[in-house]
Every structure is written in C-alpha cells, then in structure tokens.
C-alpha cells in the first residue's frame, strides 16, 4: 500500500469530529473525550436511535450494497468518509466476492489514514488517502487513488452518512457531479443520508444542536433533496428506500429506523 502524495494534516482534538464519534457509537477506542461528550449529548437525546440503531443500520446496509456490487462485476471501489476502521470493512466484503477487488478509503480526519495504514499495510490493492469531499479534483487526481483506481473500467463510489455532513455551501450534488463525470457507463453510486421525512421534529433539532461544536455539523435533508443526489444516475431496485429494507436478503441486517434514506444507482450509457 502506497502512502505516496498523502501528507497528514493536523487536526483539532478541542472539537468533536464525525468519524472519531461513529467509532464511539460502535464501541471503538480511537475517539477523545469531546467527541465522547458530543456523543453522549447526542444519546440524552435520543437514546440509541443515533448511538447504535442509525450507525449499525448504515454499516449493514454498506455490506450488503458492497457484496451486491461484487457480485455483480464491480471490483473498483472508492470509500468517501470512510469513518475509522471496524468489523466488516469494504475491502472485507468486496474481496469475499472478488479476491482481487481494489478499494480505496477517503477521510479527511488524519487518524483515519493513521489506522487504515495499519490495518493494510499488508493488502496491496487497497489504500487510505487523506483528502475532503469538498475538494473532489484532489481525490480523483491523488497519485494514491490513481495507482488503484482505472477510471476506464467501471467503478463504485460509496457515501454512505457522509454528505449530511456536507452543507449546501458547497453543492453536494455539484460534488458528487464531479465524481460522476470522470466515470464509465455501469459505474455505480451507493448512498444513505439522514432524512427530516420520519423522524421528530424536535429530535433531528436535538441531533443537530450536539453536532454544532463538531469539525462538520449535521444537515438533515427531506427525501426528494436526497434524491437529487442521485442525478443522471438510475436507481436500481428498491429504489430509494429505508436501508433495511434495501436487500435484506444479501445480509447481515441491523435496526431498523425512520431516520435515513438509502440506494444503489448505477451510470447509464449516455
């Protein structure tokens, strides 16, 4: 695994971050104390609903839509937010189907690169690179990302719960736009958002306020402003849907919730 062309930014322990307080909720041991106050404030809210029902949903849903992918002749993957390494991983699942499967992993907090390089430092065909989803041309153009990935072959984007973390100063649609531009018909894109269509009101307000301090705040989006996420994508069945009604079949399965919307596209043929 290359580390060439990545240099580790510094980051902020003062403020909580996303990915330090995913790993929190999944019983993992690489946060802070502030991300651990930002989750704590966040479970006095709503319990386990974000804490454990939300961040299980979304990890079995990745699984079962990286195994679906893999099984259907996709064996180039690009993780955005991956979050910090635990059970299951993409590369796990993909090299399952397809043992020679390439992954790479994108997160903009530097301890993600600082363990993705532990964990692969013997895996040749899958790489973590620190880079923002905000800035999309440094991703597709990282040296790292460009040893692994042939944009002239079909490839999965993966975003799964990271672009409520995206505000809509810097376009998510626009972004994902970037990424779809540089790929080839029978590409792929798999997605889960956190919605304002199911929840209370008064919780996603909740939910919101306790990630206010954090490295990116939370947005909430009604589900037709996900879907448009999707743009000159075609949804492939169920469609948009609850993640655990996505395939539940493909395994494993989690919680169940109102609180996130999810799919699989793939790029037609222009």
Partial sequence: MSTDGDTLPSFDSSKPSPARMYDYFLGGKDNFPVDREAGDKVKAAVGDTMSHGIV???????????????????DQFIDLGTGLPTQGNVHEVAQEVVPEARVVYVDNDPIVSTHGRALLASNSSTTVITA???????????????????FSRPVAV?????????????????????????LLPGSCLALSHLTTDGPPADEVAQVVDAYKGATSPIVFRPRARIEDLFDGFDLVE????????????????????????AGVAKLPAA
């Fill in 132 to 150: 923002d989803v905000r800035d999309p041309e440094a991703i597709l153009g990282h040296p790292d990302l460009r040893a692994l990935i042939d």
């Fill in 158 to 182: 993966l975003s799964i719960a990271l672009f409520h973390f995206i505000s809509d100063d810097y376009d998510p649609p626009g972004i994902l736009r970037k990424f779809r531009e540089r």
């Fill in 238 to 261: 169920p469609g948009l849907t609850r993640p655990w009604k996505w395939h539940p079949e493909l395994g494993p399965q989690g919680p169940e919730t109102e609180w996130l919307y």
């Fill in 56 to 74: 299980w949903e979304n990890r079995r849903f990745l699984q079962r839509a990286v195994r679906h992918l893999a099984q259907n002749g996709i």
